[in-house]
């Protein structure tokens, strides 16, 4: 029996009315938004842990009680960068939202990085964001999962001026010389549905070379549905076949990329 865990997914938000709108959104595309329904299936699958990630404080929350409903579930709580321009000025949001941190199940602090594609928010509201967010995981010992696209140059300087945070570089897609980085400083690599329709032969490369003891595997659903799933939602349950691609991409069993990746999701976030 296979064993995976979906490190990273946003089913807090099926059906929701709050949330994080662009993904509340994409649920909306579901033809049943039952979200047992969806955890069940997952399990079906093999898939009989879930992280469901928090990009803001409404989202947070959410993440929060979906996870005291299900015994399978667990929260993290994070600021998206995208969403930092509402909260750098913002003290009171702030403490609400540090506040979280100590309800039942949450084990991580994030998504929160650097979003230099999109930049919906200036760079140096979301570094300011970033930060305040390694100050919480510091103090409180929780791991990170962060969320770094074209932005690695600013990064590593920000998290080395922290010791001893542990974390994930969620839907990591960078260059040979960032994943080394990463490694370097004990990180773990968070690989989704990209790599199975990726066409760029240097990022395969990369997935093939990332270490089995750094690896852990995610859906970030509701996007990045894998292939042969291209064009629609996105659900928890193909974590499966990101394991399968991997496991045939790296030559190894599918038994092995199962278990060393549900080892590190549970090291990593104590679950
Ligand atoms: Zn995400």
New binding site residues.
Partial sequence: MIELIDT???IQSIGATGGEAVTTKQWGKLEDTNISRVVAEAKEAGVGKLIS?G?DHSDSHLAIKLASEYPNVWASIGI?PHEAKDYVNNNEIKMSFASLVSRPKVVAIG?CGLDYFYEHSNPDDQRQVLEFQLNLASKHNLPIIF?VREAFNDFWPILDNFNGIKGVL??FTDSQANLKKAIDRGLFVGVNGIATFTKDSSQIDMYKSIPLNNLLLET?SP?LSPVPHRGQVNTPKNVRLVAEYLANLRGQSLEDIASQTTLNALSLFGL
């Fill in positions: 990273h997914c946003h990630v990009c998206h998504e969320h969620h839907s970030d996007f």
